[in-house]
């Protein structure tokens, strides 16, 4: 079995009876829509499989250890690599430190937490499109906050260069949020 297919079958098993925030969606989409930005891509399968994974160790009962026992150390190291912090933390806490280590991030992590990104910012908009300002309350901070941190995350993912993900990103936040000043990162 490829190591992909691994991927799918056991994020499948893991977020199994999860949903997306305010739908009905099963939550697996959006790791599947992750690892499929990232083949698009043409990024090599320890990424995908990585994409695929990104939150079970966050979202779900796998550990790190579990992990490395099924996908290997390059695989597991993205993965953790785009695990937020402790959960008891304040979403600010989680979003600074996030944003802290995104700039210095390997191309690896960054471009698979681009992809993540990428991928629950088309969801949003689309969303928007829908249901306009509305989509603001399935979030637990609403869309000046999310802007902000949107635009922090651009601006930490291309903090040592860019790369062609981003420039999508980049695309996708100036569709939902318009353009913004240049260093303008405050809440």
């Known amino acids: 079995m490829s190591l992909i297919q691994k991927a799918i079958d056991y994020a499948a098993v893991l977020h199994g009876n999860q949903v997306r925030k305010g739908s009905n969606i099963p939550y697996i989409s959006h790791p599947f829509g992750v690892g499929m930005i990232l083949m698009e891509a043409g990024c090599q399968a320890e990424w995908v499989a990585a994409g695929i994974l990104h939150d079970t160790l966050e979202d779900t009962e796998a550990t790190e250890e579990a992990l490395l026992e099924r996908f290997g150390p390059e695989v597991t190291r993205i993965v953790v690599g785009c695990t937020e912090p402790d959960k008891s933390l304040s979403w600010e806490e989680r979003k600074q430190y996030k ?10 992590i960054k471009t ?5 990104k990428l991928h629950n910012m088309g969801s949003t908009l689309a969303a928007y499109e ?16 999310q802007e902000w941190y949107y635009k922090a995350v651009a601006d930490s ?31």
């Open 112 to 116: 698979v937490a681009c992809a993540d």
């Open 130 to 145: 829908r249901e306009g300002e509305k989509v603001w309350e399935r979030f637990n901070r609403g869309r000046k906050q």
């Open 99 to 108: 944003l802290d280590y995104l700039k210095k991030a390997p191309l690896d």
């Open 157 to 187: 993912l291309g903090h040592e260069g860019s790369f062609p993900l981003l420039d999508v990103l980049k695309q996708k936040i100036e569709a939902m949020f318009g353009q913004r000043e240049s260093g303008d990162r405050s809440l």
